[in-house]
């Protein structure tokens, strides 16, 4: 059975101050959104991400610095279509990225592989 992450599974930086604001769009299934709302702990050193889910939100922070870089507002809006709310990081001292269609590729990235994710696999 997987662990479900909770922001006591990893060492990680509080939230950043300095944020900027975006909508995703998503269409999420009762499975995947259940899968989401359990996390993703990193296996191997090669796992980019360490991803928990907390009073509605999950939270995306980086493995190996424990930098928190995306939030996302994770509400059930099952098999539709629908604009998620989220926070990318400006702290430049965390993540130097400042372009949101960059942001919301990377984010849409996580996701899959979240979604996608084999206790059996290999990091990605």
């Given at each position: 059975m997987t662990e479900i992450a909770s922001r006591?599974?990893?060492n990680i930086l509080p939230e950043p101050s300095a944020i900027v604001w975006f909508q995703l769009p998503l269409s999420l299934t009762e499975g995947e959104l259940?899968?989401?709302q359990q996390g993703h702990i990193p296996r191997v050193m090669e796992d980019?991400?360490?991803v928990f889910h907390e009073n509605e939100w999950l939270i995306?922070?980086?493995?190996?610095?424990?930098?928190?870089i995306y939030g996302l507002h994770l509400t059930p809006k099952l098999d539709q279509t629908a604009q998620y709310k989220c926070w990318a990081s400006r702290d430049i001292d965390h993540y130097r990225q400042a372009d949101i269609d960059s942001d919301k590729a990377a984010l849409s990235e996580t996701l899959s592989f979240i979604l996608e994710y084999d206790e059996g696999d290999?990091?990605?």
């Open positions: 006591d599974s990893w259940h899968k989401l980019r991400w360490f995306f922070c980086r493995s190996w610095t424990g930098a928190c290999a990091a990605w």
